[in-house]
Each structure stands twice: as structure tokens, then as C-alpha cells.
């Protein structure tokens, strides 16, 4: 009968995921209410995203049918782009994923021979130590080997691995949980439908795709640009009461009212292959993680203000451009009919979703394509004004060859010969655009100040502030302007976030050849140097070349030929800032955060003086810390509060790819502290008193060899081996969904450390 069952349930999970790839609200299966939780807080952790373990997705239930596959998305030493491996996307059968190389890790015949069963089962016999550290043996590393064993090659796994049955290098699961989930899939682990959309939620989404699908060239292009920016976002309706989920925007084959034909491309601006085609929302039943969670409203003042941006204003789109390989990725060919100062304002009304995109998107991902950015920076925006050179589309259009970002299909050879090709190109469009600059100056008598920079408008937008982290191999940004204050700071106009948005986003392809993704990676120098110069430009000009070495020490010498060179395009006109103080950057700083209103950051606001104390200098002790630490602090009325550690590690440059401890600079080194959480991959948790305050911050500061951080650790560390482990990432998780409802997501414990 179980037998008989498991092949009912498998027959008729291929009918629903056949329907749920076609369709927009057909019934689709998901975990059942006991189920999901379990599921969730103790695999997803870990198998969630591009780089779940063996690719074993679990984060939504046709990931655990689809199964393992032995090959990764993140793969640094690929020659040639990898197969297309995009849940819900690029199989829409059983058979299908089975052809692309993915195995089945449960057992329709017998159950308990399933590879999720047996891993389950394997933590049981080879339970963990119930305190210090693991051995060596276990590789925690971001770039492990991995195993990812076949049915009939888990007898040798067992033999060879005793110790890392799942959850892997942690506690196993209690005995209520095991006994929930085991049964469940001794069952066939059935899916359950989830429940129907409401009727209000339907004619939300209707009126949306009738809105992104009418006939005329200004919505026809106005929806292309939409969909190229937001297609990596989570969509919600935020004035409905319990939607039913997240939406993408996809584009699809069948109109609004018929089920969804999804035109899977590689990228948002491909050629999709048909002549008609139109944008839809398509509910995605899938776990909210939150290193790849970006939520985005829509709802109806949403769509008046895309009206009013888009719609209204006197302008023509006469011809609609098509997707030539040659121009299609180029956002300011593609786009020139679109007022440029709309494009900005779009971008700018949700600025932390458009950086965010570049951070949680697939190329934020390890170390290398992360040490392009500094540990611990600022980030504000020129002001939306048609007078800027950069807002006029004719300009941009101009300039489009010179600001041309990498193409997908460059060899791993091309992409070392290329910098210097891309350097030329760069100064020749700093040049103009300075020229062009000094032009508008002269003409409307503008100056160099603080006018010059958005502070969130009449409505004081609070994406008009942003603090962006490194955390080594992997990255956080949030509104505000957040800790003390950094080493350097971004100062972005349009064509430099539209440059950062397709090189980073849209044109970034995850499964794409190294060549491709370290091109991207070295062109990224150039716009990093680019918001860096926006920034210098309000300083005294005495002031920028010596802080502009400050910056690049030890650099390379074509680097630091082109961050030098006096043809870089800096545009060489003294600041309008009266500064007061020998320490101009400092001041200049302090400016920008009297100056935006949402630069205050009261959410992570830290007042207990301890805590404060850690953040008034650098010093070398912060090294000895993890890039990111949640502190759980227990007060006397039962009630919690939690502060986030952050080590900026400081370097003498980022202006070169590899040979990034060689620039270390751990004297230098700071800690922000925030209060709640920042950072999607925690690498400790900390659990403490409130009486314990003082001692914790002054132990931080004593700090003076790893023997004295192992002592730390014992006393208020968490390591994954102690009992109450997943009891902790339980209440911390139901902490953050509590504080930030829209934003928050399962944490990553792929990065959590075993020192």
C-alpha cells in the first residue's frame, strides 16, 4: 500500500508541477503544515539558493522531488557556461531534471532507502560531541568538496563519513522532530496543495498585468525597463491583508487571463524568441531566505507615481527597440527614449532594492568577487536634475561605447588582457563627462556643495542614505548611514547605478564561465573608483589627491596609473564647501549626515555605553572576531534584545583581485555594532546577560591572542556542537521576523564557524 501511495503521490506531483510551470494560480504542492517548519529551520538553513549543498533545494517542496545533482552552480574553475539548473524554471518534469543529471534523494519503492532517510538517520547512529570544537575532518569551508552521494553509493559515504549525516556539523534533530519528519517520509513525504488565492488578490494581480501590458509604445517600453530592474525582486501587495505570497515578474508567452508560458532566458534582456509576448506576476511558493530575500511594493500609489514618472510627461517612443546582441545589454542605447530623469528617479524611489540587487544577487558570493568593495563604506546619490550631463539621454547615448560593460561569452584570456582596454575606455568617458560638466557649471552657475546631493526630496525617502558591509564572502546593505564613520564613501549619479545594476544584475550570469565572472569583477574597480571620485570632488581639491592615495596604497602600478593619472576626468574645480576643520573628510562626512534626514539609522541605533565604547577607534583585537556575530542579550524580565558585531577589516587597497591577506591591515581594523540584525550568513551567535555586558565588551577589548579568543568563546560563545544550538537559531530567526515582518528571512549557516 505505501508502495501504491508513493507512486499516486509522485504521479500526481508531475501533474502539479507541470501545471505550477505554466500556470499562475494553479494548485501547486508544498509541505504540509507540520512539515514545513521542520523542513525549514533545520535543512533550508543550509540547502536554500544557487548554493545549496549538492544543489539539493530545499526551500520549496519540488526541490526535494527534483533531488541532488553532483555539479555546482558556483563553480570557479569553469571554461564554458554550465546548463541552465533553475528550479521552476529550466525543467518542468521529473524526467527532465532527471536528464540534466539530478538524482532522486528519496525512494518511491522503500522509503527508508532514501538518501534524505539515510542521512537523517546517520546523524542518529553518529551523534556530534556535545561541546568544543570539530575536527579538522569537517569542512566548513565556502568552496568545499562535495560528496553528494548517489542511493547506491551511500553505503561508502556511511563508511567514509560517519560523522556528517544532516543536518551536517550540527546537532541533530530532537526527538519529537526526527519522529514528525521520518514518518513523513516513510509516507512517500507528500506534498499538500496550498490554499487558493483569494478573489481580491487576483483582480490586484489582473489589474497589474493589464497596467504593465498596454498597447502603446510608452507603456510597452516603460514595462521592458521595469522588468529588466526588478525581475531578481520579491513582489508583494502590501495593502492586502495576508497575500498569499511573493510574485516574480517574469515574461511569458500567453497574455493576462491564461496561464503562464514562461520564456526562461538566460538573462532579462535576452531576445525571448517571440514576436508577442507579455509581463505577468507569477506566485512563487518558496521559503523566504534571507540572503536572497528583496521584497518590493506594489500597490496603488506604486502605480500612480510609474504613471506619472513614466506616462505622463511629453515625450514620444516612436520606435520600439529590439534585442540585438550588440545593444540589448547597453541600458543607454536601449533606453534613450526614456527621459533619463525618469530612469533616475525609478531607480532612486528604491535605492537600497537597487543596491541591494548587486549585494543578495548571485555575483555577491565568496571572496574574490567580494573584495572589489571595502569592508565597511557610505553610500549616497547625486540630486535628480535634468542640468546634469549625466541625465541627458543624447550624452549617455554618446557615450555608450565607452561606458560598454563586459559581455558574457570574453575567455578567461581575454579577460587579463582587457583591463587596460577598459581603463581607456573609462578615462575617455570621465573626460567627456567632466568636460561636459564644467559646460553646465559655467552656463547655470552651480555649485560644488551639498546642494548638489539627494536627501530623499520632500518626502525625505529614506533610500536616500545606505551603509553597505563586506563580511569577507558576503555582504550587507541598509538604510541609513549606519556605524562609525568608514573608511571611504559612495557618491552615485545615474549612469553609475545603471552601470552597477546591468553589470552586477542584470548581465551577471551565475552560471556563466570564470572568464565571464572575473571580467565582471575587474570592471567593477572601475566603477567602485567612480562613486569613490564623486565623493572627492566635495572635498578641498588640496585635500583629494593625498586622500586618494590614502585609499590606494601599495597599489599595483597600472591601477594606481589610473587611479592617478591627472586624465583621470576628475573635474578639477575647487569644492563650494566652507569646511572649518583640518579633518575635511571627517567633516565632509558629517555633512552628508546633517544634511539626509533618513542618515540617522534610529533602527540600529546602539545606546548602551559598553557597546558604544568598541566602536571608538580601530584596533588590532577585532581581528580575532568573525565577520559577523549575532549577541543575544537576556535581560532581568525575561525579555531579549539582539546586537549584530561587525569586523571591518581593513586592507592597505582593493584595487587588486588576489592577495588579499598580503593587504591586511589589522591595526586598522574597526567593529560597528547595530542593534537587531545585519547580515544574511551569521558565523557566531553570542548569548549573554545584561549584567554581563560590560565584561563581554571589555573581553573583546583584552583580546590578544587566539588562545585568549578560545577562552572568550567558552564563556560566551555558542559553538555548533552545544545542545541548544538550533533552540538559539530558533529564537534569534523569530526575533528578526518580529522586528522587520517584510524584510526578514531564514538565516544561512553555511558560514558558521568552528574555531
Known amino acids: 500500500m505505501r508502495i501504491i501511495l508513493s507512486s499516486m503521490l509522485t504521479t500526481c506531483w508531475l501533474f ?22 521542520i523542513v525549514e529551520q533545520r535543512c533550508v538553513v543550509c540547502h536554500g539558493c544557487y548554493d545549496a549543498p549538492c544543489q539539493l533545494k530545499l526551500d520549496a517542496w519540488p526541490g526535494l522531488e527534483r533531488g ?26 521529473i524526467e527532465e531534471w532527471r536528464s540534466k543529471g539530478f538524482y532522486p534523494v528519496l525512494d518511491d519503492n522503500d522509503p527508508t532507502q532514501g538518501t534524505m532517510f539515510k542521512m537523517l538517520q546517520l546523524k542518529q547512529d553518529f551523534p556530534l560531541p556535545r561541546k568544543g570544537r570539530l575536527p579538522d575532518t569537517f569542512d566548513f569551508s565556502l568552496d568545499r568538496d562535495q560528496s553528494c552521494p548517489k542511493p547506491d553509493e551511500f553505503s561508502g559515504y556511511r563508511e567514509q563519513r560517519p560523522y556528517q549525516g544532516m543536518p551536517f556539523g550540527f546537532p541533530g534533530l530532537d526527538d519529537e522532530r526526527l519522529d514528525t519528519l521520518t514518518r513523513w517520509l516513510k509516507a512517500g513525504a507528500p506534498g499538500v496543495s496550498v490554499p487558493a488565492v483569494p478573489d481580491s488578490e487576483r483582480a490586484t494581480v489582473r489589474n497589474w498585468e493589464q497596467f504593465l501590458n498596454a498597447p502603446d509604445n510608452k507603456t510597452r517600453l516603460m514595462s521592458r525597463y521595469v522588468y529588466e530592474h526588478l525581475f531578481i525582486g520579491d513582489l ?6 495576508q497575500p498569499s505570497g511573493w510574485y516574480k515578474l517574469v515574461r511569458s508567452r500567453t497574455p493576462p487571463g491564461e496561464p503562464v508560458d514562461l520564456i526562461a532566458s538566460r538573462r532579462p534582456y535576452d531576445d525571448p524568441g517571440v514576436e508577442h509576448f507579455y509581463y505577468r506576476l507569477q506566485l512563487r511558493h518558496m ?56 530612469r533616475y528617479r525609478f531607480m532612486l524611489d528604491e535605492a537600497h532594492f537597487t543596491i541591494m540587487a548587486y549585494i543578495k544577487g548571485p555575483v555577491c558570493r565568496g571572496q574574490v568577487a567580494l573584495n572589489v568593495i571595502d569592508d565597511h563604506f557610505w553610500v549616497a546619490f547625486v540630486q535628480p536634475d535634468q542640468r546634469d550631463p549625466d541625465q541627458q539621454a543624447s550624452f549617455l547615448a554618446s557615450q555608450a561605447d ?26 575617455r568617458y570621465l573626460e567627456a563627462r567632466a568636460e561636459a560638466i564644467a559646460k553646465v557649471v559655467d552656463a547655470d552657475q552651480i555649485k560644488l556643495d551639498m546642494d548638489l546631493i539627494w536627501n530623499g526630496g520632500a518626502e525625505q525617502n529614506e533610500n536616500a542614505a545606505l551603509t553597505v558591509f563586506r563580511h569577507f564572502d558576503s555582504a550587507s546593505v541598509v538604510k ?24 552586477l544584475v542584470a548581465d551577471f550570469d551565475v552560471y556563466g564561465a570564470v572568464g565571464h565572472q572575473l571580467e565582471s569583477r575587474l570592471y567593477m574597480d572601475f566603477l567602485r573608483m567612480e562613486g569613490e571620485q564623486g565623493f572627492l570632488m566635495l572635498l578641498p581639491k588640496a585635500d583629494r589627491d593625498a586622500l586618494r592615495n590614502y585609499w590606494y596604497r601599495g597599489a599595483e602600478s597600472e591601477a594606481r596609473a589610473y587611479i592617478l593619472s591627472p586624465r583621470h576626468g576628475e573635474f578639477e574645480r575647487e569644492s563650494d564647501i566652507a569646511f572649518s576643520s583640518d579633518d575635511t573628510k571627517a567633516e565632509l562626512m558629517g555633512l552628508f549626515e546633517n544634511h539626509i534626514p533618513a542618515a540617522d539609522a534610529s533602527r540600529y541605533a546602539v545606546t548602551e555605553s559598553s557597546l558604544l565604547s568598541l566602536m571608538e577607534g580601530p584596533s588590532s583585537v577585532f581581528h580575532y572576531l568573525p565577520q559577523t556575530s549575532f549577541v543575544q542579550v537576556l535581560k532581568p524580565d525575561g525579555a531579549r534584545e539582539t546586537y549584530t558585531l561587525l569586523t571591518n577589516s581593513a586592507h592597505s587597497n582593493i584595487a587588486q583581485l588576489f592577495a588579499e591577506e598580503e593587504r591586511r591591515l589589522p591595526e586598522e581594523d574597526t567593529l560597528t555594532v547595530a542593534r537587531g540584525f545585519i547580515g544574511a550568513y551569521p558565523n557566531m551567535f553570542f548569548q549573554i546577560t545584561q549584567g554581563q555586558l560590560e565584561a563581554f565588551a571589555q573581553a573583546i577589548q583584552n583580546l590578544d591572542s587566539d588562545d585568549d579568543y578560545q577562552r572568550f568563546l567558552e564563556r560566551y560563545g555558542e559553538r555548533r556542537t552545544v545542545p541548544w544550538f538550533w533552540k538559539l537559531s530558533d529564537d534569534l530567526y523569530e526575533e528578526y521576523r518580529r522586528a522587520q515582518p517584510i524584510e526578514a528571512g531564514l538565516f544561512d549557516l553555511n558560514r558558521y564557524e568552528n574555531r
Request: proline share 8%; glycine share 4%.
Open 402 to 427: 565607452r561606458m560598454r560593460l563586459p559581455q558574457a561569452k570574453k575567455s578567461l584570456l581575454m579577460t587579463a588582457l582587457r583591463w587596460r582596454s577598459y581603463a581607456k575606455s573609462q578615462r
Open 236 to 241: 508583494h501587495f502590501d495593502t492586502l491583508e
Open 16 to 37: 502539479t508541477v507541470a501545471a505550477n510551470a505554466w500556470g499562475q494560480f494553479s494548485p501547486v504542492q508544498g509541505f504540509p503544515a507540520e512539515i514545513k517548519p
Open 287 to 342: 521559503t523566504r531566505l534571507a540572503k536572497r530575500h528583496m521584497p518590493y511594493a506594489l500597490n496603488p500609489a506604486r502605480q500612480a507615481r510609474w504613471t506619472a514618472l513614466f506616462l505622463e510627461p511629453d515625450y514620444s517612443v516612436d520606435t520600439l527597440p529590439g534585442y540585438g546582441e550588440k545593444t540589448t545589454s547597453n541600458p543607454f542605447i536601449t533606453f534613450q527614449q526614456l527621459p533619463v530623469d525618469t
Open 480 to 503: 541609513g548611514f549606519v556605524g562609525q564613520q568608514p573608511k571611504t564613501m559612495w557618491v552615485i549619479d545615474y549612469s553609475l547605478l545603471e552601470r552597477i545594476h546591468y553589470l
Open 68 to 93: 541532488a545533482s553532483k555539479s555546482k552552480v558556483y563553480d570557479g574553475t569553469r571554461l564554458r557556461p554550465a546548463e541552465l539548473t533553475r528550479l521552476f524554471e529550466d525543467a518542468h518534469s
